[in-house]
C-alpha cells in the first residue's frame, strides 16, 4: 500500500524568500506524485505532478517539485515566496499500476508567506 | 467544462436528520470519489467508484453513510442519521484512468447540530 508523509504542519516564510514544502513517500513500484493547493473554503487544486522523465518538475504559480528515488521524497519548491502563497499544500501518491487509482494524500502542510 | 460540481455548499441540520451530499464529476471522467476533511484527521478517502462501480468503501465510517453512483454524470453521499461528529467538508473529486491527478469540486460544509 502507498503511503506519504508530509513533516512539517506548518512553514512560515518571509515574502521574496525561497520556500520548501517537504514530502516523502512510500508505494509500491514507480510512484506518480502530485503537489495540490488548498485555498480557505475552497478545493484542493493540482499544482504539478511527477509521472516519469525529468526529476525537475514545474507546475503553476511558479512552484516546481524534485523527484528524488533514492530518498523517496518530492519536495515542492518555490525561488520567491509570494504572500498570496500562503494556503495549505497537499503531497499525494499513487502506483503506476495500470488499475491503481487510490491516491493516498498527505496531512497537509499550513504555508504562511509573511511580508 | 464547469469542474466539478457539488451541493449544496454549506448544509446545516439537526442531529438524527438524513443528509444527502450531491455531485456532478466531469464529462468523461470514469472515476469519482468522496473524501472527507476535518481539522483532526485530514483528508480521508470514503468511497470512490469506477464507471459507476464501487470499487472501495473501506473508508466509510459506518453504516449511517451510503453512497451511490446511478449514472456517469451524478453521485450521492448519504447520512442517516446525521450526528454531531460527522461535521466536515466533504469533497467530491473525478478522474479519468491513467496518469492523471484529480479534480476537486469545491465541497459541501456540514455541520450537524
Known amino acids: 500500500a502507498q503511503s506519504v508523509a508530509q513533516p512539517e504542519d506548518q512553514v512560515n516564510v518571509a515574502e521574496g524568500n525561497p520556500l520548501t514544502v517537504k514530502c516523502t513517500y512510500s508505494?509500491?513500484?514507480?510512484?506518480?506524485l502530485f503537489w495540490y493547493v488548498q485555498y480557505p473554503n475552497r478545493g484542493l487544486q493540482f499544482l504539478l505532478k511527477?509521472?516519469?522523465?525529468?526529476?525537475l518538475v514545474k507546475g503553476s504559480y511558479g512552484f516546481e517539485a524534485e523527484f528524488n528515488k533514492s530518498q523517496t521524497s518530492f519536495h515542492l519548491k518555490k525561488p520567491s515566496a509570494l504572500v498570496s502563497d500562503s494556503a495549505l499544500y497537499f503531497c499525494?501518491?499513487?502506483?503506476?499500476?495500470?488499475?491503481?487509482?487510490?491516491?493516498?494524500f498527505g496531512a497537509g502542510t499550513r504555508l504562511t508567506v509573511k511580508p | 467544462d464547469a469542474g466539478v460540481i457539488q451541493s449544496p455548499r454549506h448544509e446545516v441540520t439537526e442531529m438524527g436528520q438524513e443528509v444527502t451530499l450531491r455531485c456532478k464529476p466531469i464529462?468523461?471522467?470514469?472515476?469519482l470519489f468522496w473524501y472527507r476533511q476535518t481539522m483532526m484527521r485530514g483528508l480521508e478517502l470514503l468511497i470512490y467508484?469506477?464507471?459507476?462501480?464501487?470499487?472501495?468503501d473501506s473508508g466509510m465510517p459506518e453504516d449511517r453513510f451510503s453512497a451511490k453512483m446511478p449514472n456517469a454524470s451524478f453521485s450521492t453521499l448519504k447520512i442517516q442519521p446525521s450526528e454531531p461528529r460527522d461535521s466536515a467538508v466533504y469533497f467530491c473529486?473525478?478522474?479519468?484512468?491513467?496518469?492523471?491527478?484529480?479534480?476537486f469540486g469545491s465541497g459541501t460544509r456540514l455541520t450537524v447540530v
Open positions: 473529486a473525478s478522474s479519468q484512468q491513467g496518469k492523471h491527478g484529480y479534480t
Open positions: 508505494v509500491s513500484g514507480n510512484p506518480y
Open positions: 511527477y509521472i516519469t522523465g525529468d526529476n
Open positions: 499525494a501518491v499513487r502506483g503506476a499500476l495500470w488499475d491503481n487509482n487510490d491516491m493516498r
Open positions: 464529462s468523461g471522467h470514469d472515476y
Open positions: 467508484f469506477n464507471n459507476n462501480v464501487p470499487i472501495d
